[in-house]
């Protein structure tokens, strides 16, 4: 496994989902279901690992905290994962570049790219917005799997 299209293809199955890890501040791995995709950067227009998390999560403060993550994906015998430094974009951190206007389609286009639909966009921005919705960016640096 050795890019983001060998990637896009394993977020079609098993609904898309994945298992996200990071350190622990014991350096015990802490390790999670999140619902990612590949995205553009909002700031720089490349393609990155892209997933929405909770303003209050557990792995987004540890994310903060270590600045990288990997994310796991699995389709039947196929899997990958990337491994990357993270950026974080949402109401309660700023991105370098992103507009905080813009945040809300911005959580639509992360949701959309790992897959996602919604019958009521007005709803789920409220949501959103209510559970202080971030949006996660992992730049790979690292590559493994078998296609």
């Known amino acids: 496994m050795t890019d983001l299209e060998a990637i896009r293809s394993l977020v ?3 609904s898309g989902l994945a298992m996200v890890s990071v350190p622990r501040p014991d350096g015990s791995v802490h390790t999670s279901l999140v619902n990612p995709g590949v995205s553009a950067h909002p700031a720089t227009g ?8 909770r303003g209050d999560a557990y792995k987004l403060r540890l994310m903060l905290r270590d600045g990288r993550c ?3 994906w699995r389709n ?13 974009c949402g109401p309660d951190h700023a991105l370098v570049g992103v507009d905080a206007a813009t945040v809300p389609e911005l959580l639509r286009q992360v949701f959309r ?3 996602g639909t919604h019958d009521d966009w007005d709803e ?3 949501v959103m917005a209510e559970e202080r919705r971030t949006a996660v960016f992992v730049r790979p640096d690292r590559f493994l799997g078998r296609p």
């Open 12 to 14: 079609t199955g098993d």
């Open 46 to 53: 490349e393609d990155v690992v892209a997933f929405v998390v």
């Open 70 to 72: 990997t994310v796991a």
């Open 76 to 88: 039947g015998w196929r899997w990958g994962s990337v491994d990357g430094p993270v950026e974080v």
């Open 113 to 115: 790219d790992a897959g």
């Open 124 to 126: 789920y921005d409220r």
